[in-house]
Nanobody, 123 residues
Framework: QVQLVESGGGLVQAGGSLRLSCAASGRTFGNYATGWFRQAPGKEREFVAAINWSGGSTYADSVQGRFTIPRDSGKNTVYLQMDSLKPGDTAVYYC?????????????????WGQGTQVTVSS
């Protein structure tokens, strides 16, 4: 079993930055692919970014060049560094992990989820 706990959300002005953290317990991230998704009110959950066991990463077009997904294996933690934030980035952000190495962009392919953290970007 894997438990994921997100933190770091909050309110920020457009153009600002936030860093979300996703700490895992139960098993290490080392053999997993982990991802970040977000869900805005009235919208479906959408893929944001993911990283695999070897450090390869992929990003949604909407965040490419603004977000990164660094990982600290020693702390068993994955981050989402969000820069140049826009009001359209406002959503609840979820960390997810899947029990295999390859990256996936569909939320149905992830096995474990955190509780979510709210990010609000004001204009």
């Amino acid at each position: 079993q894997v438990q994921l706990v997100e933190s770091g959300g909050g309110l920020v002005q457009a153009g600002g930055s936030l860093r979300l953290s996703c700490a895992a317990s139960g098993r290490t991230f080392g053999n997993y692919a982990t991802g970040w998704f977000r869900q805005a009110p009235g919208k479906e959950r959408e893929f944001v970014a993911a990283i695999n066991w070897s450090g390869g990463s992929t990003y949604a077009d909407s965040v490419q060049g603004r977000f990164t997904i660094p990982r600290d294996s020693g702390k068993n933690t994955v981050y989402l560094q969000m820069d140049s934030l826009k009001p359209g980035d406002t959503a609840v952000y979820y960390c997810a992990a899947r029990l295999v190495a390859p990256i996936a962009t569909r939320h149905s392919e992830y096995h474990y989820w955190g509780q979510g953290t709210q990010v609000t970007v004001s204009s």
